[in-house]
């Protein structure tokens, strides 16, 4: 995919300065390459950023999981997120996924959402991975434990990673339909730039 073209997620805290004509990339959550037949890459978080308290969203993953926890979002909405989404595996020292027990002491593979969030957990080795990867080294009966060190970690079931992976075309195309009508007058607004 040839891109010139991104969708800035910004800090939400960020306003520019009055000589800014850019966003200080500090300032820039990530990004979402966007090609010129209008289809949209996956998100690609900015190494740099760094959120403005413990407690800040760090990554579109790690908001999605805070809205679940207050029942604002649908599970396919979670799902299309980790379709599109690269996230870092904590390894032990051989390589292999660190496997860890969940706060509700469930065996975990141990995942990060972003820099931030990998900052916040402790392991020997870490390794940027996609769903399908993290489907890959995923073993039976062990869960994924979603940003352990962060204010707000997420356990998901490994079935629901699996059937996220294996969703057909059909179903993601319900999918985008059920959160269309789950936000009935509600859209998604892009603001351009502007002094």
Do not use: H, K
């Not at 073993?139 to 629901?160: E, K, T, Y």
Request: proline share 9%; hydrophobic share 45%.
């Amino acid at each position: 995919m040839t891109t010139e073209n991104y969708f800035l997620l910004m800090d939400p805290d960020w306003a520019p300065a009055e000589a800014e004509t850019v966003p200080d990339f500090d300032a820039v959550i990530g990004v979402w390459p966007l090609a010129g037949d209008g289809s949209v890459g996956s998100f690609l978080g900015n190494p740099d950023y760094r959120p403005r308290d413990l407690n800040a969203v760090a990554d579109p993953l790690d908001a999605m999981f805070r809205l679940a926890g207050r029942a604002e979002v649908r599970a396919e909405q979670i799902q299309l997120i980790l379709r599109d989404s690269l996230f870092e595996v904590a390894l032990n020292g051989d390589g292999r996924p660190l496997i860890m027990r969940s706060p509700d002491d469930v065996p975990c593979v141990v995942i990060a959402t972003s820099g931030p969030r990998r900052e916040q957990a402790t392991a020997p080795q870490w390794r940027r991975i996609d769903l399908t990867e993290l489907v890959s080294l995923l073993p039976d009966r062990v869960d994924v434990l979603f940003n352990p060190g962060s204010p707000v970690p997420f356990r998901l079931i490994g079935d629901f990673i699996r059937e996220s992976l294996l969703m057909s075309d059909e179903q993601i195309v319900e999918a985008y339909e059920v959160i269309r009508e789950s936000l009935g007058d509600r859209r998604l607004e892009v603001v351009p730039w502007q002094l």
